[in-house]
């Protein structure tokens, strides 16, 4: 009898031990998202790579965010418009308007790619002082620093 009091004792403890530690784990990954979409929009971005690649550019595109808006420059022209970040690292920027200067290479093949990236990008990660920008397959598109101010 007093075995079975120890062991349902023991089980009821764990359970509740268990559950402790889940609650506790959702808790802290919750709070670092909220920190993350806090930090993604109260900086300026600041382009350091493009597809894995170093950006050889004097105008590098850069990006920026505020509660619900969008805004940067690709290398060529200013772009703005509407997102969306969600708590599961979830990024859906909306239709992007951009000015419409002429531009010679390579800044305007660089403006094409930024534009392309952009369009593909669904995710989002910041790690230390970058913003990773990935398609729906975590495939990295674009990586950004963080602007000093």
Known sequence: MF???????TGQLFIALLGLGIVSACSIGSGDT???KSQLKNTQWIIKSLGGKPVP???LPTISFTSDRVA???GCNRFSGYYRAGNDAALNLGSLVSSRVAC??????????VNEKLAQ???YAITR?????MNGERK???TFAQARP
């Not at 010679?104 to 790619?113: C, F, G, K, T, V």
Request: hydrophobic share 35%; no cysteine; net charge negative.
């Open 140 to 142: 990295v598109l674009m």
């Open 129 to 133: 002082n970058d913003l990773v920008l």
């Open 3 to 9: 075995r079975k009091i120890i062991t349902s004792l």
């Open 57 to 59: 550019t004097t105008h």
């Open 34 to 36: 909220q920190n993350h």
């Open 72 to 74: 940067g420059f690709n």
């Open 121 to 123: 990008s669904q995710m």
């Open 104 to 113: 010679s290479s390579p800044a305007d093949e660089l403006e094409q790619q």
